[in-house]
């Protein structure tokens, strides 16, 4: 599957086939990907909406196709389809060191709400960084 494969090269294996299947399989789900042909996964972002919440799951670019603007692309998209669905303010979580998808949400418009102590594996916190969706999008 297109999307294993892009997790194995750009999250270091971070879901299992099946969770990849639930995640395209469950229409409370959105996902927004860029193919390059029809197994070449380029860059992926997901999110599920429950009631007018999107909780955004994963951002990925395969390491060859980044700073080429493709993951502001996939979660710009995933946030304006989430916002046609209903979704009034977005949400993620994001390792406090990972600087690079830092400066991607800052420049779409998240700020940070709050922080998840010690919460991955290295000791290092999760920022929990929010968007409203209907008023912050930066289209630009
Ligand atoms: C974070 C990630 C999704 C960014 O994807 P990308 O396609 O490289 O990002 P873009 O090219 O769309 O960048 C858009 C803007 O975000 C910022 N940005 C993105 N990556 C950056 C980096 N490594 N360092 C600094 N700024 C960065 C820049 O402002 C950039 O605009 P610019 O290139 O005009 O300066 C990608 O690096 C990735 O897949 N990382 C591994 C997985 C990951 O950490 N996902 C997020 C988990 S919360």
Redesign the pocket.
Known sequence: MACLKLDAR??NGLWNADHWERELSDPRRICVGIAEGSDNLS?V?CGWIVLDELQ?T??????E???????????KQLLLDASSAGARQAF????ED???????????GFHTIGRRSGYYRNGKDALIQSLELQTDIKLN
């Open positions: 750009a999250l860059a972002a955004i994963v951002v990925a670019v395969d390491p196709h980044r700073r080429q603007g493709l993951g502001r692309t996939v979660l993620l979580d994001v390792a990972n600087h690079g998808a830092l400066a991607l949400y800052g420049a779409l």
